[in-house]
């Protein structure tokens, strides 16, 4: 089998569609070049300010739902004297923050952060992060660490709001609403953003990302128990995200100021929406009269 020519990783058969003996986390970066030489905005777009091309922030995820799944096994162990690596009953996962609405509108909202970082069996777990694996290390070509990881979990909170404000009575966990938000955020920043990749490059990624987010969603339908809502409002809000941050990824003076803005203007509505679920919840509404 070949190497690439870049990194030395034996080769596979490349999404993107490209002749040169480049891997796949390679291909795109090899598409600097000629974007550099073709474009008048060149100088411009490849400040980008991302590349950490260790794709250490991807990693660490990684390891947080590796070591906390490791965790919950262990205490699985100390309880029941037994290695249980697939599903059980699941009200046991709400001792460790899974979501479910009477536990997460009744004051513990730190359990939408972290049920994302929970799973239902080993299967659950590599099957999240073996897409994310992929899928982060796609996005940190063009997401700085810091924008990635804020992207990655701002997604994961709004699929675990959505999921348990849509099926309160649900336990519900899983690192996919915020895998899916990874796979929104590409698909809407390949579609609108400024990004230093041949046009060719851009709709080979653009059309490989566009179909896991379908063939998921589908598969999701498919099978029982799946949290195809939280999958929905990942990819939504990831798509979101695409759209206000997109062009706005140089290193730039006003870039950076922009982005800073824009997060917190995204906290602050997703604070909103929040409390109108919360309060709603427990049957509280709001109405304005004018007097």
């Known amino acids: 089998m070949a190497n690439c020519a870049t990194c030395g990783t034996a080769l596979q058969t490349s999404p993107f569609g490209g002749t040169e003996p480049i891997c796949v986390a390679c291909e795109p970066a090899s598409a600097l070049a000629p974007a550099q030489q073709n474009s008048p905005e060149s100088e411009q777009q490849l400040s980008i300010s991302t590349a950490d091309q260790t794709f250490r922030t991807t990693t660490y995820i990684v390891l947080a739902n590796v070591l906390y799944y490791l965790y919950f096994v262990a205490m699985i162990y100390a309880r029941y004297g037994q290695v249980l690596l697939g599903p059980i009953d699941a009200r046991f ?168 803005v824009a997060w917190l203007s995204l906290i602050f ?3 909103l929406a929040l409390i109108y679920v919360a309060f709603t919840w427990n049957g509280v509404s709001f109405h304005v009269t004018r007097t």
Do not use: E
Request: hydrophobic content about 45%; aromatic content about 16%.
């Open 93 to 260: 996962y709400l001792l460790f923050g899974a979501d479910q609405g009477q536990f997460t509108f009744g004051g513990q909202y730190w359990r939408l952060l972290a049920s994302n970082y929970i799973h239902f069996g080993v299967y659950h777990l590599l099957g999240n992060m073996w897409c994310l694996w992929g899928l982060g290390r796609l996005t940190q070509l063009f997401y700085s660490p810091r924008n990635y990881f804020m992207v990655y979990t701002y997604a994961g909170l709004c699929g675990s709001l959505l999921s348990v404000w849509a099926h309160p009575q649900v336990i519900s966990a899983g690192a996919s609403g915020a895998v899916f938000g990874v796979a929104g955020v590409m698909l809407t920043t390949l579609q609108f953003g400024k990004l230093p990749i041949d046009k060719q490059v851009r709709q080979n990624i653009f059309k490989g990302v566009l179909q896991f987010a379908a063939l998921n969603l589908v598969i999701g339908l498919a099978i029982p128990h799946v949290d195809n809502i939280g999958h929905i409002g990942g990819l939504l809000s990831g798509m979101l995200l695409g759209i206000v941050f997109g062009k706005h990824l140089d290193s730039s003076k006003k870039s950076r100021k922009y982005r800073r």
């Open 269 to 271: 509505f997703y604070l």
